[in-house]
């Protein structure tokens, strides 16, 4: 491993997954009990698809195991120097029973640019989608599919190497878990309530904002749980050194609908995390021909378009929560939009046509889903 950026002729490479099936699987009774009401993120499916790697032998022993604890040293470094990245997406299953993966290509090569920046060993793209498509092709029955439901995978990579000195990982793990998932927020669609943070940042310039990193989330906790004895959902962070720019939520990004036709939303600045769904949506807005535009967005400014009426919708959109309405914006005391409004045409359009390109109900024109069986 070097310090290069990601080769794109590099992945290619693929491997033979060996199949270690469970000897005490969930029974059918119990698999459809947790499919009538699917949390999130709460119960996990029979196996993991795991990959190793080290400098010697490059990746390899690529399996489907049950599911269980890992076994690490106590000096592995991920404990002390946070080389791990993480990535989310979705499995879901149509009608007739065909089983899909939403832009799997995608998610691998973001894997690859948050291994790139925390010096993590390059995961070539196709050992990413095999490793997700052999672990859904296993576990296929998992997959919930009332509205809105799927099954969310959690590939992540973690530095196991037992070593204290201060310099990347010789060796590493590649594992995808699966979960039965419902919405995010619980219960039907709502729209939810945002706290404006002004104290804590996610992540800065220069920063691992981009990479999608443990690190960045463990550092949003305290103003979550803030956010929470507030009453509000979720936390959106402004860049104070850029006239209090608004950037994102704790774990989606934001959309604002301008004028009824101009969907605007934060650029990409080096602290945002560049969302599969935020990119999907810019591209169907365009198609829908609505007006599309990435920029700075300051708090203030927001606060103006919203006392003129001139933004009729707020969105946030995220693998987990797909697209969620915005209320309101809570700025200490002054609450910015309507805490109990719907969601507005523009959200439900792109939330329905994005979930309907997912499950084959709509025309996957992009070539977005990649078929699993």
Same mark, same amino acid.
């Given at each position: 491993? *070097?310090?290069?950026?990601?080769?794109?002729?590099?992945?290619?490479?693929?491997?033979?997954?060996?199949?270690?099936?469970?000897?005490?699987?969930?029974?059918?009774?119990?698999? &459809?009990?947790?499919?009538?009401?699917?949390?999130?993120?709460?119960?996990?499916?029979?196996?993991?698809?795991?990959?190793?790697?080290?400098?010697?032998?490059?990746?390899?022993?690529?399996?489907?195991?049950?599911?269980?604890?890992?076994?690490? *040293?106590?000096?592995?470094?991920?404990?002390?120097?946070?080389?791990?990245?993480?990535?989310?997406?979705? &499995?879901?299953?149509?009608?007739?029973?065909?089983?899909?993966?939403? @832009?799997?290509?995608?998610?691998?090569?973001?894997?690859?640019?948050?291994?790139?920046?925390?010096?993590?060993?390059?995961?070539?793209?196709?050992?990413?989608?095999?490793?997700?498509?052999?672990?859904?092709?296993?576990?296929?029955?998992?997959?919930?599919?009332?509205?809105?439901?799927?099954?969310?995978?959690?590939?992540?990579?973690?530095?196991?190497?037992?070593?204290?000195?201060?310099?990347?990982?010789?060796?590493?793990?590649?594992? =995808?878990?699966?979960?039965?998932?419902?919405?995010?927020?619980?219960?039907?669609?709502?729209?939810?309530?945002?706290?404006?943070?002004?104290?804590?940042?996610?992540?800065? @310039?220069?920063?691992?904002?981009?990479?999608?990193?443990?690190?960045?989330?463990?550092?949003?906790?305290?103003?979550?749980?803030?956010?929470?004895?507030?009453?509000?959902?979720?936390?959106?962070?402004?860049?104070?050194?850029?006239?209090?720019?608004?950037?994102?939520?704790?774990?989606?990004?934001?959309?604002?609908?301008?004028?009824?036709?101009?969907? =605007?939303?934060?650029?990409?600045?080096?602290?945002?995390?560049?969302?599969?769904?935020?990119?999907?949506?810019?591209?169907?807005?365009?198609?829908?021909?609505?007006?599309?535009?990435?920029?700075?967005?300051?708090?203030?400014?927001? @606060?103006?378009?919203?006392?003129?009426?001139?933004?009729?919708?707020?969105? &946030?959109?995220?693998?987990? &929560?797909?697209?969620?309405?915005?209320?309101?914006?809570?700025?200490?005391?002054?609450?910015?939009?309507?805490? *109990?409004?719907?969601?507005?045409?523009?959200?439900?359009?792109?939330?329905?046509?994005?979930?309907?390109?997912?499950?084959?109900?709509?025309?996957?024109?992009?070539?977005?889903?990649? @078929?699993?069986?």
């Amino acid at each position: 491993m *070097d310090d290069s950026a990601p080769d794109p002729l590099e992945d290619t490479m693929t491997l033979s997954f060996d199949r270690r099936l469970s000897e005490n699987p969930a029974s059918p009774e119990r698999r &459809a009990e947790i499919l009538a009401a699917p949390a999130f993120g709460t119960i996990f499916t029979d196996h993991m698809a795991v990959v190793d790697y080290s400098e010697e032998k490059g990746w390899h022993n690529a399996r489907i195991e049950p599911y269980g604890p890992i076994s690490l *040293d106590p000096a592995a470094a991920v404990f002390h120097y946070g080389q791990e990245i993480f990535e989310g997406l979705k &499995a879901y299953k149509n009608a007739e029973g065909t089983v899909g993966l939403f @832009r799997p290509e995608a998610n691998a090569e973001r894997l690859r640019r948050s291994a790139e920046r925390l010096m993590m060993a390059d995961l070539p793209v196709d050992i990413f989608v095999d490793a997700c498509r052999e672990l859904v092709d296993v576990e296929a029955e998992w997959i919930p599919t009332g509205p809105g439901e799927s099954l969310y995978l959690r590939p992540f990579m973690i530095a196991t190497e037992a070593f204290l000195g201060i310099r990347p990982s010789k060796t590493y793990t590649f594992c =995808v878990i699966a979960s039965p998932a419902g919405n995010y927020f619980g219960g039907d669609v709502r729209p939810v309530k945002i706290w404006v943070e002004r104290e804590y940042a996610r992540a800065g @310039r220069g920063g691992t904002g981009a990479a999608k990193c443990g690190g960045n989330y463990a550092s949003s906790l305290k103003p979550q749980v803030l956010a929470a004895q507030k009453g509000c959902d979720q936390v959106v962070y402004l860049d104070p050194l850029n006239d209090n720019a608004i950037e994102e939520l704790g774990g989606m990004n934001v959309f604002f609908v301008v004028d009824g036709d101009t969907l =605007v939303t934060p650029a990409l600045s080096g602290s945002i995390l560049e969302g599969i769904t935020r990119s999907s949506i810019l591209t169907l807005a365009a198609e829908k021909g609505l007006a599309v535009e990435e920029r700075k967005v300051t708090l203030d400014e927001f @606060r103006e378009l919203a006392a003129s009426g001139r933004v009729s919708e707020v969105f &946030a959109c995220g693998t987990a &929560a797909v697209v969620t309405p915005i209320g309101a914006l809570y700025d200490g005391d002054d609450v910015i939009g309507d805490p *109990d409004a719907p969601a507005g045409p523009v959200t439900q359009q792109i939330r329905e046509e994005l979930l309907g390109i997912q499950t084959g109900a709509v025309e996957d024109r992009h070539g977005w889903v990649t @078929r699993v069986r």
